[in-house]
């Protein structure tokens, strides 16, 4: 492919391209594969081997493409099947066996095989009840379109904004227009983007840089991967924009280590980017130049912050540096750079093409737009999700989520990853945004979204944050160094029993002076899980440290596995799987737990198939 | 494995001898042996002008590295947020029993590490095991169990016949084409 010289010719090419693609739609069948990371682990590679390997034993014609992860994925592997002008059906929870059906049913004899049919697309995703209070802006070609193709992005539309961007707009324009917007940091802090892009324009260096944190650290997010696996191309475009309008001719995508298919996408990416002379010298004939390199990280949570991250990119360890500079005016080696989440920088070209007031129109007055947020822990469809700012927890839990699953009962949403906080059942009517969030002890966030029911200890979730933070806390500042190791050891004795009510006065001086003192946003943060939960789940403390009994069933110290004579069987394999030899019993008899012997692992309760063993 | 310095200028050498390569060269050595060897370290310290103890300080840093070899299969069990909630802690405890190993060590025949991970980013499928970058999804102490001993019983069929390419597994007819870059 020849470098794209001029809009013209990109505008040729988009024709061109979305001419080829809809006729070809129009006369044959397209199978589409979700093949982000979820798709994969959850067997989408075997479905995908299954469907070419029956499809060719049966001679069927299709074209089989795979895109990213489009969001529902507690129902993957997913597999989207389009005929012509046929509304698209989406099969979900496939195995390799139920290949060969919908080959013959659907395919062959034009029969939907409703039985696994999770949803089909006519109109748009609202069809589908997971996405009908969705907003799909940023994911809208997550799971649609190839990641691996910037054809098929440019044929739905990308590439258009950079060239309007280019062409029609001063950088000052652009700056105005994403001011205008209220478009804010979706990394979580929520700084406005378009003030962030005017002080770095405005700064005085040599060169500057813009930079997109793609390090998504938060445990329980993935939000990031899924739009950097499943629409890279947006995020490059977003760059390309923003370095345009603040003048910088050098980018880097900070990618964590653990992502090798977001590493490998946007890698592939870059390179078609460069091929079409969407990135290099004079970029669409524009007298304008930008490089962009990916940097992976290497497992460090820290170096989602960004001065740590930037020193990673400089070729240091990912120490967080004190802000008596902002990275706008001294970034990235000392010169002016605009950082900002890879979800911000894919927000660029949507209000670039449609306008600022079209961006604000979605979200509330503060919290303009819409943002991603994952769903996981005990709640029926775990998955990627996008919804308008403002809309409340019940909403996303219930509506969009399906609730708790089986027999649990709501208790908490966590949000915010380790820097967040957990939200009670009686606040879910919280609209989310950046203001209400923090208002309510937790935060935004990247936007990962927890939820916990009767079955989750509150203090072992506060105790596993900072077990966490202990670890990933680079030890720079004393504060957060110390501080949180000393919250480790108040928490682990509650949760073994051997704490006293004083305990928890020092967890809360001790979780303040932390928030106050620390050098970086890792350790101002790394109280709030604490803080949070003994705001809201006091009883829970004190049913620890009063009644040596853990509510919940989850803290070792305070439970014992039990087995109900009545409902025992002795069928005899908890006995056969026991680590420890603990439990004996005549064989079709009530079996019993040696509680010296038992550690306590929970093997039995797993594979009792007769609901025998309870904890107490 | 014997490491030729010959090897580790060609990694230095995808990049220009700067000091901002420094991570992703310690990066591809992490993947070439799995482990950062001494050597390398030394190596790289040298071609990029830093001291050795800003080399050392690095690897020591960043938890992709270890300055140990690692096992033939690396077991990664994801003690995220939402694995935790799920039961991650009780997978890590079975594997820890079933291998004789604590997180972090290699058993001494070198066949398998045993590592603890903060989030995989797999969280609607937890809990999750990744086997050399090959994720399991709503792993259960028993699955993960049985994922050691299948591969065991197959390393032990090979009869010592050199590691075989991919980990053998229900999972293993994958897709080359859209394979994970493997470690």
Known sequence: MPKLKSVEELEALRDQLHRELSASAKTSTTITVGMGTCGISAGAREVMRAILDELEERDVEARVTTVGCIGMCSKEPLVDIQQGDDPRVTYGNLKPKMVPRIVEEHLMNGQVVDDWVVGRIATGYEDIPFYNKQLRHVMRNCGMIDPKSIEEYIASGGYEA????????TPREIITEVKASGLRGRGGAGFPTGRKWESTLEAEGEVRYVVANGDEGDPGAFMNRSLMEGDPHAIIEGMIIGAYAIGAHEGFIYVRDEYPLAVKNLSLALEQAKEYGLLGESILGVDFDLD?????????????ESSALMQSIEGKVGEPRPKHYHATERGLWDQPTALNNVETWANVPLIINNGADWFASSGTE????????????????????????????????YDIGGGVPGNGEFKAIQTGGPSGGCIPADKLDLEVDYDSLLEAGSMMGSGGMIVMDNHTCMVDVARY???????????????????????????TRVTEGDADMADLDLL???????????????????????????????????????DKTCPAGVCRALIEYTINPEACTGCGLCQRDCPQDAISGERKGPHAIDQELCIKCGICQDVCRFDAVGVR | MTVE????????????????????????????YNFLPRKALEQTAKRLGVTEGEIYRMATFFKSFSLHPKGEYVFKVCLGTACHVMGGPRILESLERELGIKAGETTPDGKFSLEAVRCLGACALGPVVVVNEEPYAHTT???????????????????GDG????????RSAADPSSALPSG
């Open chain 1, 162 to 169: 950079l060239a309007k961007a280019l062409t029609t707009m």
């Open chain 1, 292 to 304: 962009i390199r990916i940097v992976r990280g290497a497992g460090a949570f820290v170096c989602g």
């Open chain 1, 366 to 397: 503060d919290s303009t737009g819409t943002k991603t947020f994952c769903l996981a822990g005990q709640i029926t469809n775990t998955g990627f999700i996008e919804v308008p700012m403002g809309i409340t927890l019940h909403e996303i839990v």
């Open chain 1, 465 to 491: 944050f900072v077990d966490f933070l202990k670890d990933e806390s680079c030890g720079k500042c004393s504060p957060c160094r110390e501080g949180i190791r000393r919250m480790l050891e108040i928490l």
């Open chain 1, 508 to 546: 809360e001086t001790l979780g303040r002076t932390v928030q106050d003192a620390s050098l970086c946003g890792l350790g101002k943060s790394a109280p709030n899980p604490v803080l949070s939960t003994l705001r809201y789940f006091r009883d829970e403390y004190e049913a620890h440290i009063k």
């Open chain 2, 5 to 32: 310095l010959e090897r580790i200028n060609e990694i230095i050498d995808c990049y220009s001898a700067e000091r901002m390569h420094a991570l992703a060269i310690l990066e591809d050595i992490q993947r070439e």
């Open chain 2, 141 to 159: 102490p028993d699955r993960a169990v049985k994922l050691v001993r299948s591969i065991a019983a197959d390393e032990a069929e090979a009869d």
């Open chain 2, 163 to 170: 590691p075989p390419d991919e980990t053998p597994s229900a």
